[in-house]
T-cell receptor
Framework: GAVVSQHPSWVICKSGTSVKIECRSL??????MFWYRQFPKQSLMLMAT?????????EQGVEKDKFLINHASLTLSTLTVTSAHPEDSSFYIC????????????FGPGTRLTVL | TQLLEQSPQFLSIQEGENLTVYCNSS?????LQWYRQEPGEGPVLLVT?????EVKKLKRLTFQFGDARKDSSLHITAAQPGDTGLYLC???????????FGTGTQLKVEL
């Protein structure tokens, strides 16, 4: 399977600041990555599809101006949480889609965001 | 909208017991994945099933995809504490290569 890294693994920030989270595909080029968020003891909720070289596709109810996604290269997608508020505190996870004949996605280790 | 319901939601058992987790939907999926997630980590892929009726085994774990490709089950034999975690099923086929995640089953195996 694919190897995915995220940075940072955890971050604490003050309300009103912006935070950038990186997702890297380490062993293959990914034209498609996904961003999820997960609240404690809940399942994953898809936020957006990140497409290399084009605009991200956001799920219904996800504010695109608040959660900025950039997929400038085949190995890196970034999620920027702008003007973060305490309700944005969550576990953010990215995945890559190799598209090698299956629908399987491979996930990064996640980033814990805490907004004070 | 595709929905995947998992049952049970929580399961606490003793080491050595067997258990089954169910993943049900009214929608048809082109494939279904099972993941296990530990606290503070990302989900780790256990298996992908593609064909209706397919059965796959991974050591003490047995996965089955329903004949109609609407449901799946995960059976664990002789559970061990290392099996503790959040088990997630995820179905594909909703378009855009996206996955629909199940509601999750939190498993705790005690000594």
């Amino acid at each position: 399977g694919a190897v995915v890294s995220q940075h940072p693994s955890w971050v604490i920030c003050k309300s009103g600041t912006s935070v950038k989270i990186e997702c890297r595909s380490l062993d293959f080029q990914a034209t498609t990555m996904f961003w999820y968020r997960q609240f404690p003891k809940q399942s994953l909720m898809l936020m957006a599809t990140s497409n290399e070289g084009s605009k991200a596709t956001y799920e219904q109810g996800v504010e695109k101006d608040k959660f900025l996604i950039n997929h400038a290269s085949l190995t890196l997608s970034t999620l920027t949480v702008t003007s973060a508020h305490p309700e944005d505190s969550s576990f953010y996870i990215c995945s890559v889609y190799p598209g090698l004949g299956t629908d399987t996605q491979y996930f990064g280790p996640g980033t814990r965001l805490t907004v004070l | 909208t595709q929905l995947l319901e998992q049952s049970p939601q929580f399961l606490s058992i003793q080491e050595g017991e067997n258990l089954t987790v169910y993943c049900n939907s009214s929608s048809v999926f082109s494939s279904l994945q099972w993941y296990r997630q530990e606290p503070g980590e990302g989900p780790v892929l256990l298996v992908t099933v593609v064909t209706g009726g397919e059965v796959k085994k991974l050591k003490r774990l047995t996965f089955q995809f329903g004949d109609a490709r609407k449901d799946s089950s995960l059976h664990i034999t002789a559970a061990q504490p290392g099996d503790t975690g959040l088990y997630l099923c995820a179905g594909a086929g909703g378009g855009g290569n996206k996955l629909t995640f199940g509601t999750g089953t939190q498993l705790k195996v005690e000594l």
